[in-house]
């Protein structure tokens, strides 16, 4: 079975440009959440979206958005990036709200 | 902010060893408990588990326990490997409606062969 994929691995911008990173859950799972790894500051929660919809936000501002699409993949775009929004950006699919599994993260890099 | 705090921050253990992390949480609604490894450049991989209705969950070599009135929860590394090295996450999620996870900060284990 097929784990979560993410694309695209490696993604570079520079500031005030806008990202968009992608992400396909594990068959079957209908909930993805995105997580950012930034260096020192460990795993923080983003985004939930669960049967298409918005289930949870974290402590992140507005111009991280994202969306669940019918087939359950999911995208997360940051707008206006920041030098700060430079890190590994994990998603994990579940079938309910316990188990999660990690696809391998896109390395986001702000110059 | 609902935390979970992670110690040690790395660890050094010699093969064979015993290697234990610790991790306290604040928020009495959590109900779900994971351990993470995380491999450099990999994502994070789902190790153990365990809710508060048990107060140990063994899996080969990995055992969760769990301190429901002390609000914490450890995991021992049993006869460490090399192949062990990597940093762990311990998380917490209340479910429901807060399905995403708390992670603390990570302890990078290194087990010296």
């Known amino acids: 079975e097929a784990g979560v994929t993410q694309s695209p691995t490696h993604l570079i911008k520079t500031r005030g440009q806008q990202a968009t990173l992608r992400c396909s859950p594990i068959s079957g799972h209908t909930s993805v959440y995105w997580y950012q790894q930034a260096l020192g500051l460990g795993l923080q929660f983003l985004l939930w979206y669960d049967e298409g919809e918005e289930r949870n936000r974290g402590n992140f501002p507005p111009r991280f958005s994202g969306r669940q699409f019918p087939n359950y993949s999911s995208e997360l775009n940051v707008n206006a990036l920041e030098l700060e929004d430079s890190a590994l950006y994990l998603c994990a699919s579940s079938l309910d709200a316990g188990e999660q599994f990690f696809g391998p993260g896109t390395r986001l890099t702000v110059l | 902010q609902q935390q979970v705090k992670q110690s040690p921050q790395s660890l050094i253990v010699q093969k064979g060893g015993i290697s234990i992390i610790n991790c306290a949480y604040e928020n009495t609604a959590f109900d779900y408990f994971p351990w993470y490894q995380q491999f450099p450049g990999k994502g994070p991989a789902l190790l153990i588990a365990?809710?508060?209705?048990?107060s140990e969950k063994k899996e080969g070599r990995f055992t969760i326990s769990f301190n429901k009135s002390a609000k914490q929860f450890s995991l021992h590394i049993m006869d460490s490997q090399p192949g062990d090295s990597a940093t762990y996450f311990c998380a917490a999620s209340a479910g429901g409606s807060q399905g995403n996870l708390i992670f603390g900060k990570g302890t990078k284990l290194s087990v010296k062969p």
């Open positions: 365990i809710r508060p209705d048990v």
